[in-house]
């Protein structure tokens, strides 16, 4: 059975580009247009990693993925961010949240600017879902 991954993006071209990475390597693609939708997807299909662009209207990427940390049945899904954020800033602002909420959320397992490479993505997938 091919393993699924689900991307969330709020823009139509990423997800085309990185499902249709996702498809011809082998990997069973799902989608989702933003944070609200993206849990929705996660809950219903409890997929093998996600893929998750960091800034999207409704509920960002930030938001969603802090969600999926705190919730018993979601939070060992491995989680790759992808974004037009710097890692340095993605980090700096989760830790800055972790301090403001009295939470200690974990990084996620990957972290890719973009555009994203397609072998760096491959290989980000591979690693994660070791």
Do not use: W
Request: hydrophobic share 35%.
């Amino acid at each position: 059975m091919r393993k699924r991954i689900l991307v969330v993006d709020d823009e139509l071209d990423m997800r085309i580009y990185v499902s249709t990475l996702l498809e011809t390597n082998g990997y069973k693609p799902l989608s989702a247009v933003d944070g609200k939708e993206g849990l929705e997807v996660a809950r219903k299909n409890r997929p093998s990693l996600i893929i998750l662009d960091v800034m999207m209207p409704k509920e960002s990427g930030i938001g969603l993925y802090r969600d999926l940390k705190i919730d018993q049945e979601l939070k060992d899904i491995p989680v790759i961010m992808l974004s037009a954020l710097s890692k340095k800033t993605f980090f700096h602002s989760q830790r800055v949240l972790n301090e403001y909420k009295g939470e200690n959320i974990p990084d996620p397992e990957g972290y890719i600017e973009k555009p994203p490479e397609p072998e760096e993505l491959l290989e980000v997938i591979q690693n994660c879902l070791k």
